[in-house]
C-alpha cells in the first residue's frame, strides 16, 4: 500500500470528508437495510444483527481505507516487560468475569466494539492525522493535535445516532466516545501495536455486557 504525502491542509480536509461520507451512506443505508433484511429473513435476534452490522462495519472500514486514507495498521508489538504486564493485567480482570452466564454475548459485544471501532478511530483516524502533522518533524504539540482531532471526529460521528435516540443519551455517547479514546490513543501510541488498544476496548465492553450493563455498551457504540 502506498501512503499518502500530504501537501496542504486542503487535501486532508478533502480526503477526511470523502471517507466520513463514504463510511456513513456505507454504513447507516446499504449495510443498514441489509442487515434488517437478514434480521427479518432469518429471524435473527438482536444481538446476532448487531454482530454481523459491525462485521460489515469492519469490512467497510477496511476497504475505504485501501481506497481513500491508505493507512497502514501496526499490528505487531516488540517485546517488552512492561507489555507482558500489560496482557496479565488484561487477563487478571478478565478472569472473574469467565464463570458469567452471558459469556457469549458478552464475548460478541467486545468484539464488535474492539475490532471495528479501533480499526476505525485508531487506525484509520488516528492513522490519518499522525501522517499528516508528523510526516515532516516531530513535536508534542502535533501530536497531540493528531490525537484530539481523531478521536473529535469518531465522537462526532456518534451524532449519526439522533435518528433513533435522544439527544441527552447520543451526547453521552459522544463524551465517553471522546475520552476513552483519549486513553486508548496513548496505549496505541505507547505501544505501537493496535492490539493492546483493541484489548482494552474489547475487555470494557465484554465486563460491562458480563456484568448486566451490556445494553448501554451495544447502542453506544458508533453506528
Known amino acids: 500500500m502506498i501512503l499518502i504525502v500530504f501537501t496542504s491542509s486542503k487535501k486532508l480536509l478533502k480526503l477526511t470528508i470523502l471517507f466520513l461520507a463514504l463510511d456513513l451512506l456505507l454504513e447507516k443505508v446499504v449495510a443498514f437495510h441489509f442487515?434488517?433484511?437478514l434480521h427479518e429473513q432469518l429471524s435473527l435476534n438482536q444481538l446476532q444483527s448487531n454482530f454481523i452490522f459491525k462485521l460489515i462495519e469492519l469490512l467497510n472500514v477496511l476497504g475505504l481505507n485501501v481506497l481513500i486514507t491508505k493507512q497502514r495498521f501496526y499490528l505487531?508489538?516488540?517485546?517488552?516487560w512492561w507489555?507482558?504486564?500489560?496482557w496479565i493485567f488484561i487477563l487478571l480482570i478478565l478472569l472473574p468475569f469467565l464463570v458469567s452466564s452471558n459469556i457469549g454475548e458478552a464475548?460478541?459485544?467486545g468484539?464488535?466494539?474492539g475490532?471495528?471501532?479501533?480499526f476505525l478511530a485508531r487506525g484509520v483516524f488516528l492513522g490519518f492525522f499522525l501522517t499528516y502533522f508528523l510526516q515532516s518533524n516531530y513535536s508534542e504539540s502535533k501530536l497531540m493535535?493528531?490525537?484530539l482531532y481523531s478521536n473529535l471526529i469518531f465522537a462526532l460521528m456518534h451524532f449519526t445516532n439522533l435518528t433513533h435516540e435522544?439527544?441527552?443519551?447520543?451526547?453521552?455517547?459522544?463524551?465517553?466516545a471522546f475520552f476513552s479514546g483519549l486513553a486508548l490513543s496513548a496505549i496505541y501510541i505507547q505501544t505501537g501495536s493496535m492490539w493492546p488498544a483493541i484489548a482494552l476496548h474489547f475487555t470494557s465492553d465484554f465486563i460491562l455486557t458480563a456484568n448486566g450493563t451490556g445494553k448501554f455498551i451495544l447502542w453506544a457504540q458508533a453506528g
Open 35 to 37: 442487515v434488517n433484511w
Open 76 to 80: 505487531r508489538q516488540s517485546f517488552s
Open 83 to 86: 507489555g507482558s504486564l500489560y
Open 107 to 109: 464475548i460478541a459485544t
Open 111 to 113: 468484539m464488535m466494539g
Open 115 to 118: 475490532f471495528s471501532e479501533e
Open 145 to 147: 493535535k493528531a490525537v
Open 166 to 176: 435522544l439527544f441527552s443519551y447520543v451526547l453521552l455517547q459522544s463524551v465517553l
